[in-house]
C-alpha cells in the first residue's frame, strides 16, 4: 500500500523515550521514577488538571508507593520563558532530582525545560536555539493528557518571550525524555476545542513530516500511519469525546507523529504559524491547523507525488491523476477546519495590515523553511496570510 519511498540517502534517525503504553498504564509511573533513580519528585502540570479528580488520583498512587513529591502547577496556556525559569527554580529548591510532566504541550515542555535549567542553571532564554543546552538535565517522565504535541517524544521546548512577543524553541538531545507514559483514559475529558486544535497539531507534524526535504525511507512510514489514523479519529474524538477506541488512536497517532517531527522535521506550516502565536496569541494547533491547507496548496505541484501517495493509503488507489488526489487530499482537510469551527485570520483579529511584519518574522523561523519542499519568501507568505484570511 506504501506506494512513494524516498529514494535511501545520508539520514539519522532515533527514537527515545523508552514508552509504555496502554489504557490504566499511569499506574506504572512509580515504578518509572523508581527505575531512573528518583527520590524527590517534580511533578509539573498546569492549574486546570491540577484540580481534577484524574490528578488527585495520581497523587495518592504516588503516596501509595512512598514516592515523595511536590507540584508545580502555575501554567495557564502557551508557557513564557519566565514559566520555565519558575519552574526550574522550584524544583530546584525543593531539592528534586527528578521531573515528571502530565498535561498538555504547554506541561511538557515546561518540565523538559525545568529538568535541563536545575542541572545547568541559567534562563530559558540561554538555551533558545539549537545545541546550547551544555549538559544533560534531571531524569524526566512525560505523560501527555492531549493527542496533539508528540512532546513526550522531541527534543524541543516552545516558550513565548513576552517583551518580544516572539516564540524560541530549546532544541537540544538533552530534552529527549528518558520514559513517555501514554494513558488513553487521561484525555477523555479534553474539551472539544482543545481536542480539535491539539489534534490539528498531530495532523500537521504528520503531513509536514512526510513531505519535509528531510523525509527518509524509515520516517516516511511512520509519518503516513500517523496521517492515517489522525484523519479517520479526529472527527469522531471530536464528536464523542468518550470514545475510548478514537481517544487511544489519536494518542498514538500523534505519538507516531512526533516522532517523525523529531527525525524528519516540519515545514513552513510551522513557521509562518510561530508568529501568530508570539504576536496575536493564537494558540498553536490552531495557527497551525488553518495554514496547513494553503502552504501545501503553495507546495503543489512538488508535491502532488506524496499527497497522492496520502490519498491511495487513506481512501484506496484509483486511476485520479496526482494533482487531483492532492487537491482533493487538501480540500478534505479544510471540510474538517470547518467541521471543527476553527476561526479564519480576520476572525483572530488580524488584518492584512499586519502581513509584511508577520512574514518578516517567519522567515526568520529558518529551519522548517528551509526543510520546505519548494523554496518560499515574504511574498509568498503574504498570499498564504491573505489566502487564509
Known amino acids: 500500500m506504501f506506494s512513494y519511498i524516498t529514494m535511501i540517502k545520508k539520514f539519522t534517525f532515533l527514537c527515545?523515550?523508552?514508552?509504555?503504553?496502554?489504557?490504566?498504564?499511569?499506574?506504572?509511573?512509580?515504578?518509572?521514577?523508581?527505575?531512573?533513580g528518583g527520590k524527590k519528585l517534580l511533578l509539573v502540570t498546569d492549574r486546570n488538571f491540577s484540580k481534577t479528580?484524574?490528578?488527585?488520583?495520581?497523587?495518592?498512587?504516588?503516596?501509595?508507593?512512598?514516592?515523595?513529591?511536590?507540584?508545580?502547577?502555575?501554567?495557564?496556556?502557551?508557557?513564557?520563558?519566565?514559566?520555565?525559569?519558575?519552574?526550574?527554580?522550584?524544583?530546584?529548591?525543593?531539592?528534586?532530582?527528578?521531573?515528571?510532566?502530565?498535561?498538555?504541550?504547554?506541561?511538557?515542555?515546561?518540565?523538559k525545560a525545568a529538568a535541563v535549567l536545575?542541572?545547568?542553571?541559567?534562563?530559558?532564554?540561554?538555551?533558545?536555539?539549537?545545541?546550547?543546552?551544555?549538559?544533560?538535565?534531571?531524569?524526566?517522565?512525560?505523560?501527555?493528557?492531549?493527542?496533539?504535541?508528540?512532546?513526550?517524544?522531541?527534543?524541543?521546548?516552545?516558550?513565548?518571550?513576552?517583551?518580544?512577543?516572539?516564540?524560541?524553541?530549546?532544541?537540544s538531545k538533552y530534552l529527549y525524555p528518558e520514559v513517555a507514559i501514554l494513558d488513553p483514559l487521561?484525555?477523555?475529558?479534553?474539551?472539544?476545542?482543545?481536542?480539535?486544535?491539539?489534534?490539528?497539531?498531530?495532523?500537521?507534524?504528520?503531513i509536514e513530516s512526510f513531505i519535509s526535504k528531510k523525509a527518509n525511507f524509515l520516517t516516511e512510514p511512520v509519518s503516513l500511519s500517523a496521517i492515517k489514523l489522525i484523519m479517520e479519529n479526529l472527527p469522531s474524538a471530536y464528536e464523542n469525546g468518550s470514545d475510548i477506541k478514537s481517544r487511544a488512536?489519536?494518542?498514538?497517532?500523534?505519538?507516531?507523529?512526533?516522532?517523525?517531527?523529531?527525525?524528519?522535521?516540519?515545514?513552513?506550516?510551522?513557521?509562518?504559524?510561530?508568529?501568530?502565536?508570539?504576536?496575536?496569541?493564537v494558540s498553536h494547533g490552531v495557527g497551525n491547523g488553518l495554514l496547513l491547507p494553503y502552504v501545501l496548496e503553495f507546495d503543489m505541484p512538488e508535491i502532488s507525488p506524496k499527497l497522492a501517495c496520502i490519498y491511495n493509503y487513506i481512501y484506496g488507489n484509483s486511476e485520479k491523476e496526482d494533482i487531483e488526489k492532492g487537491e482533493i487530499f487538501i480540500s478534505e482537510i479544510k471540510q474538517?477546519?470547518?467541521?471543527?469551527?476553527?476561526?479564519?485570520?480576520?476572525?483572530?483579529?488580524?488584518?492584512?495590515?499586519n502581513f509584511h511584519s508577520l512574514a518578516e518574522d517567519a522567515m526568520k523561523v529558518a529551519v522548517p523553511i528551509e526543510n520546505n519542499p519548494k523554496p518560499i519568501n515574504i511574498s509568498n507568505i503574504i498570499n498564504i496570510y491573505q489566502a487564509a484570511f
Open 53 to 111: 479528580e484524574i490528578f488527585t488520583g495520581i497523587k495518592e498512587l504516588l503516596k501509595e508507593n512512598s514516592v515523595e513529591y511536590v507540584v508545580f502547577d502555575s501554567i495557564s496556556g502557551e508557557p513564557s520563558t519566565e514559566t520555565g525559569d519558575e519552574c526550574a527554580s522550584f524544583g530546584k529548591n525543593h531539592g528534586c532530582d527528578i521531573v515528571c510532566g502530565i498535561g498538555g504541550g504547554s506541561t511538557l515542555d515546561t518540565a
Open 118 to 171: 536545575i542541572t545547568n542553571r541559567g534562563s530559558v532564554r540561554d538555551y533558545q536555539g539549537l545545541d546550547k543546552v551544555p549538559g544533560p538535565g534531571l531524569p524526566k517522565i512525560m505523560i501527555p493528557t492531549t493527542a496533539g504535541t508528540g512532546s513526550e517524544v522531541t527534543f524541543t521546548a516552545v516558550f513565548i518571550r513576552k517583551d518580544e512577543k516572539k516564540k524560541g524553541g530549546i532544541n
Open 336 to 353: 474538517m477546519l470547518k467541521r471543527f469551527k476553527i476561526p479564519h485570520l480576520k476572525e483572530l483579529g488580524i488584518s492584512p495590515e
Open 16 to 36: 527515545k523515550p523508552e514508552v509504555i503504553y496502554g489504557e490504566n498504564s499511569i499506574t506504572r509511573l512509580p515504578e518509572a521514577i523508581k527505575s531512573l
Open 249 to 281: 488512536s489519536m494518542l498514538y497517532g500523534s505519538f507516531l507523529a512526533g516522532i517523525c517531527l523529531a527525525n524528519a522535521g516540519v515545514t513552513a506550516v510551522h513557521s509562518i504559524s510561530y508568529p501568530l502565536g508570539g504576536v496575536f496569541g
Open 186 to 206: 487521561l484525555t477523555l475529558t479534553v474539551p472539544q476545542n482543545i481536542t480539535a486544535s491539539t489534534g490539528l497539531d498531530a495532523l500537521c507534524h504528520a
